[in-house]
């Protein structure tokens, strides 16, 4: 007998049926003896609806009020989950995130939790065997006592806080795919399962892309050292031996691991966008005069390359930044121009990063070289390159993107056999 967290991802609960189909994994859990806590997704594409919403009523609309909104396709699936489990015979309630509660701080639409207090859920594991049915992406910051939301993909966060707040032995991950792959196997049917994947591997494949788990989950586990199971919601739950291991990929550490690749996966992300400012006066302070005002507005810079400009006097520095900020970013460069002291700025969206992940390349050399000849064997063009001890990653027109996750994925021999 154990106490598991069970998290149900967006099409895991998309209509009454799947949410049958889920509370009949809870129940086969609940029948082997488990304590159960389930974080529930709202319905695919519910969030997006949502926030679309929010934007059609005003593009400068209210954090708050956006977090309001976002918040409630996760608690219209918890009502409804704790709904079928009682159905089912089984004993259910459903929580937001406000009535355990989770605790965050005040980052409205991306929320980091601080606190949950398990006592609740515990004392009702204990005297009624009860199942928790827990709205995820949700929380509270005390203060004002307000509704946040944990940034888009938050319930994979939600689940693993949960799982350490109620001493859960095991927080199983169900979603729409069997597990983690060496990359995205909606793009390279050749992708093959893990059967596990370290943490530290796990989140940089997270941080560079790959949606299947939220970046600050795969920290939580980390931190805690929980053990975090992926697997699909869509196995027939009575063909599961609750005895027996499933289809799935463990995430644990790096010591639980016996084979050590040296590369272990490839994310990508089009999440991109390229700003090239060119013909800058090679002197100290320059690079401080453009990071400064773009960390002041926020903005994460991630990749930075600098070159000697064609008038071979002058540098040209190019660096990278979420899609999402380029807007932003630009306007920024633009406004400190007389500060910086440049002639042109360029900039390109259509880029995509593609990074090479593994924890064995600490111990091995020249793992980029091959890839950087293999892109050059297809003609691909790298834009800018950066390395980390684990990773490294290179940009690259968007076009290619699939291309080159392919021509990597089979250099370095992830292709399934
Ligand atoms: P959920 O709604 O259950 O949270 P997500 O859509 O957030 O599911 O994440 C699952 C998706 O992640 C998969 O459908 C898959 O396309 C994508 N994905 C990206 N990279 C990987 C990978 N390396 N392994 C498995 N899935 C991946
Ligand atoms: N419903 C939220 C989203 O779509 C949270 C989640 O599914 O994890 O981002
Ligand atoms: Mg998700």
């Given amino acids: 007998m154990g106490r598991l967290v069970m998290k149900f991802g967006g099409t895991s609960v998309a209509n009454i049926d799947r949410i049958r189909n889920v509370a009949r994994h809870v129940k086969r859990e609940v029948d082997a003896g488990h304590d159960v806590a389930v974080v529930v997704s709202a319905m695919a594409g519910k969030t997006n609806e949502l926030v679309e919403w929010c934007r059609d009523a005003s593009p400068m609309h209210d954090a708050r009020e956006y977090d309001a909104v976002v918040a409630s396709g996760e608690q219209i699936t918890a009502g409804l989950l704790a709904i079928v489990l009682q159905g089912l015979g089984i004993q259910a309630r459903s929580w937001q995130g406000w009535q355990i509660p989770i605790r965050t701080s005040d980052a409205h639409a991306s929320a980091r939790i601080l606190e949950i207090d398990g006592s609740e859920l515990i004392n009702r594991f204990k005297e009624r065997k009860e199942v928790a049915v827990v709205a995820g992406f949700q929380g509270i910051y005390p203060h004002t006592g307000r509704i946040t939301t944990l940034g888009r ?48 591997d796990m989140l ?44 799935g990929t463990l995430i644990c550490s790096e010591e639980e691991i016996m084979e050590n690749h040296v590369v272990t996966g490839i994310a990508f992300s089009k999440d991109e966008a390229q700003i090239s400012v060119r013909q800058i006066q090679d002197k100290p302070g320059v690079a401080a005069a453009i990071f400064g ?11 930075i390359v600098q070159n000697v400009s064609e008038d071979g006097a002058t540098t040209d520095l190019t660096f990278t930044v979420p899609a999402s900020d380029y807007t932003r970013a630009r306007d920024t460069i633009t406004g400190a121009k007389a500060r910086i002291g440049y002639a042109r700025l360029d900039s390109a969206t259509d880029v995509a990063k593609v990074s090479v992940i593994g924890s064995g390349m600490r111990s091995h050399a020249g793992v980029a070289a091959q890839a950087f000849a293999a892109l050059a064997g297809r003609n691909i063009n790298i834009r800018a390159i950066t390395t980390s001890e684990i990773k490294f990653s290179v940009l690259i027109d968007a076009a290619y993107t699939e291309l080159a996750v392919r021509t990597l994925h089979t250099l370095y021999g992830l292709d399934q056999v």
């Fill in 293 to 303: 005002p773009l960390a002041d507005a926020n903005i994460n810079v991630d990749m």
């Fill in 153 to 200: 993909g938050g319930s994979d966060t939600s689940a693993v806080a949960i799982a350490a707040a109620i001493h859960a032995d095991r927080c199983d991950i169900y979603t729409d795919v069997d597990g983690v792959y060496t990359t995205d196997p909606r793009v390279v049917p050749k992708a093959r399962r893990l059967d596990k994947i370290a943490f530290e």
């Fill in 204 to 247: 940089e494949l997270a941080s560079q892309g790959a949606k299947v788990l939220q970046v600050r989950s795969v920290e939580l586990g980390m931190v805690h050292n929980m053990p975090v199971f992926v697997r699909s919601s869509f196995d027939k739950p009575e063909d599961i031996d609750p005895r027996g291991t499933p289809p």
